[in-house]
C-alpha cells in the first residue's frame, strides 16, 4: 500500500472517531456529566489515584469506565467499594475510542456526577484520540523517572492537569524535579502539577478541589 | 471505512512488516550480528538494564539502535560511554517497525556482536511487531505493580527472556512476587524471569550468562 494512502487511512480513523467523541461529549453534558479521560503508564497507579479521588468527591455522584487489554482486577476493586463501575477489555488495542465508550456509557444510566474513564496503560496512543472528555488527567510517577515529558511530549502537551504519583518513594531514587517541570512547562503553560502519594495519601485534596472547580465551571 | 476494508489494511500492514523483519533477521545473521529487541513500559529502565549488560559483554562488539519518539538523551549516554548507538525518533509513532531498524542498522555497520534494539517505552504496541530480532528481552519493574502480566499478556507471552528491574525498591512497596510469576507462567512457560537492580547492579551476570549462551546457540 502506497503511503499516500495510509495516511488517508489514519486520517479517517481520527475524523470518525472525533465525530463520535463530540456527540458523546455532548451527551455528558447535558447529562451532568463532567468526564475525565485518566492517562498513565502500565503501573503509574490510575486506579489508585481514583480511589483516593472518588473517596474524597463525597456528595458527588462518581462513575467509573475501566480500560484494559484484558483482566478486570480494577473494575471489580471499584465495585466493591460501591463505585458504580464497568470495564472495557479492548482484547489488543492500546487505547480507547469513542465507539467503545459509546457503549460502556449506556450501561452506567449517567446522572448528575464525574465519570472517570481509566485508559489503557499507555503514555502514547491514548494522547491521540478524543473520547467524549471534558479534561485529560495524566498520572505520572517518579519512578517511571523525570525525562518522561521529553520522551513522551504529546501525553503532557495534551494533559489539563499532570499527577505526580508514588513521591513517597522520592527518598530512594534519583528524581531530578527541575528538570521534569522544564519539561513539562516547556509543552504546557498552564496544567497544575500535583505531587501525591497514594501511600501516604498526600496531595489529593488539590486533585480534588481542582476536580469540583472545572465541575463547577462546566455545568454554568 | 467498513470493519472488513480496516482489517484488511492492518493485514497488509503487519504483512509487509513481517517480510522485512525477515530479511532484516537474515542479513543480521548473516554479519554474525545477535539481535535482541528490548521492550518495557516507559521508564522501566530498559536504558539502565542495557549499560549494565553492555559493560558485562566485555569481549563483544555491543551496538544500540534507541528508539523514542522524541528526544535522543539515551543516546548520548550510550556514545559516551563509548558504545556506538543511533537514535530512531518516530515522531508520534508507538512502536518501532522492520523498515526503520532496516535504515538505522545501515547506519551502524554491524559486524560480529549483538545488537540491542530498545523499542519505544510501551508494554501493548511494539510486542505485535517483529523488527529483525533473534530474540525479545522483556523489562518489568517491581514499582509498576505484579498484575502487570494479567494485564499486558502479549509482551510477557512473546518474551524470551523477562528481567523483573528496581528490586532495590521492594523493601518500600507492595509487590506480590507469586502473583506475578503466576501470572507469568500462564502465559510463558519458558522465559527465564531475573530479577536485578541497577542501583545495586545486583542479577545482571545470570542475564549476560543468557545472552552470551543464546549467542553461542545462534551461531552454530
Redesign the interface.
Same mark, same amino acid.
Given at each position: 500500500?502506497s503511503e499516500k494512502k /495510509?495516511i488517508d487511512?489514519m486520517e479517517?480513523?481520527y475524523d470518525?472517531n472525533d465525530k463520535a467523541a463530540s456527540q458523546i461529549n455532548l451527551s455528558f453534558t447535558r447529562n451532568g456529566i463532567f468526564a475525565v479521560n485518566v492517562m498513565g503508564?502500565?503501573?503509574a497507579g490510575k486506579t489508585s489515584v481514583l480511589i483516593q479521588v472518588i473517596r474524597r468527591l463525597k456528595n458527588v455522584a462518581s462513575y467509573v469506565i475501566e480500560g484494559?487489554? /484484558?483482566?478486570d482486577?480494577d473494575t471489580k476493586l471499584l465495585k466493591s467499594m460501591g463505585v458504580k463501575a464497568v470495564q472495557i477489555n479492548t482484547g489488543?488495542a492500546?487505547h480507547l475510542d469513542s465507539p467503545l465508550i459509546g457503549k460502556a456509557a449506556e450501561e452506567l444510566s449517567l446522572k448528575n456526577g464525574v465519570l472517570f474513564i481509566e485508559n489503557?496503560?499507555?503514555?502514547?496512543?491514548p494522547a491521540?484520540f478524543q473520547i467524549g472528555e471534558h479534561v485529560k488527567m495524566l498520572i505520572s510517577?517518579v519512578?517511571?523517572?523525570s525525562?518522561?515529558p521529553?520522551?513522551?511530549?504529546?501525553a503532557f502537551e495534551k494533559a489539563d492537569i499532570i499527577i505526580l504519583n508514588?513521591c513517597?518513594?522520592l527518598p530512594?531514587?534519583v528524581f531530578n524535579e527541575d528538570f521534569f517541570m522544564k519539561g513539562v512547562r516547556a509543552l504546557n503553560k498552564t496544567a497544575p502539577v500535583i505531587k501525591v502519594s497514594c501511600?501516604t495519601e498526600d496531595g489529593f485534596e488539590e486533585v480534588v478541589e481542582w476536580i469540583r472547580n472545572k465541575q463547577k465551571l462546566q455545568k454554568e
Open positions: 500500500m /495510509e487511512i479517517s480513523v470518525k503508564a502500565p503501573g484494559d487489554i /484484558e483482566a482486577f489488543g492500546c489503557i496503560g499507555n503514555l502514547v496512543c491521540e510517577t519512578t517511571e523517572g525525562d518522561k521529553y520522551k513522551y511530549p504529546l508514588k513517597d518513594l530512594y531514587l501511600k
